[in-house]
């Protein structure tokens, strides 16, 4: 089970940028669906984004098209997520996640779960 650690979190103003990274322990990090949920207070696990092994998929949730940008570095064994035109209701914990299967959804049996970044947008 590849184990994960997210980084970048922080606070930020509407219509920032921000880049979060999760640095993975597996060496064979190419054998895994990696991506990002997020879940506000109050709220479910929200899907954000999934990459496909060699990056030749990717799926967005429909809150983030558009502004996100999900992607990966098999070398670095490190997965990436740009974040532009940040909205307060951005505002809320990141996990990164990672599977043998691909997944769209928190119901798709994720394997191993990141312990999460906070991101903050408010002026």
């Known amino acids: 089970q590849v184990q994960l650690v997210e980084s970048g979190g922080g606070l930020i103003e509407p219509g920032g940028s921000l880049r979060l990274s999760c640095a993975a322990s597996?060496?064979?990090?190419?054998?895994?669906?990696v991506g990002w949920f997020r879940q506000a207070p109050g709220k479910d696990r929200e899907f954000v984004c999934a990459?496909?092994?060699?990056?030749?998929?990717?799926d967005y949730g429909n809150a983030v098209k558009g502004r996100f940008t999900c992607s990966r570095d098999n070398i670095k064994r490190t997965a990436f997520l740009q974040m532009n035109g940040l909205k307060p209701e951005d505002t809320a914990v990141y996990y990164c996640?990672?599977?043998?299967?691909?997944?769209?959804?928190?119901?798709?049996?994720?394997?191993?779960w990141g312990q999460g970044a906070q991101v903050t947008v408010s002026s």
């Open positions: 990459i496909a092994e060699y990056s030749t998929s990717i």
């Open positions: 996640a990672a599977s043998t299967r691909w997944f769209s959804s928190i119901d798709d049996g994720i394997q191993s």
């Open positions: 597996a060496f064979t990090i190419s054998n895994y669906v």
